[in-house]
């Protein structure tokens, strides 16, 4: 079983920035992707952005440019660094891994 916690989330201004983090562990030695998917209120859950191992592969097109990943194999952790945010970018931002394992969420509003 793998768990996935997240942290980081927050209110903060247009124009801001925020860090998020999530920390996997249980049995995660095999797990080389992992990522950040986003819900915003009434639409459906939209890729952030992915990781093998430390490759960035994927970057979701309303972010790129503004947001970017990072993992930390050591720490078993993986980040989302956000600039720029928008409101656009409000909802809940949920860490996810190989093997379809979720985490419970973190919200992110961002006021105009």
């Known amino acids: 079983q793998v768990q996935l916690v997240e942290s980081g989330g927050g209110l903060v201004q247009a124009g801001g920035s925020l860090r998020l983090s999530c920390v996997a562990s249980?049995?995660?030695?095999?797990?080389?992707?992992m990522g950040w998917y986003r819900q915003a209120p009434g639409k459906p859950r939209e890729l952030v952005a992915l990781v093998r191992d430390n490759e960035i592969t994927n970057v979701g097109d309303s972010v790129r440019g503004r947001f970017t990943i990072s993992r930390d194999m050591a720490k078993n952790t993986v980040y989302l660094f956000m600039n720029k945010l928008t409101p656009e970018d409000t909802g809940t931002y949920y860490c996810w891994a190989w093997g379809d394992h979720w985490g419970q969420g973190t919200q992110v509003t961002v006021s105009s």
């Open positions: 249980g049995n995660i030695f095999r797990i080389s992707r």
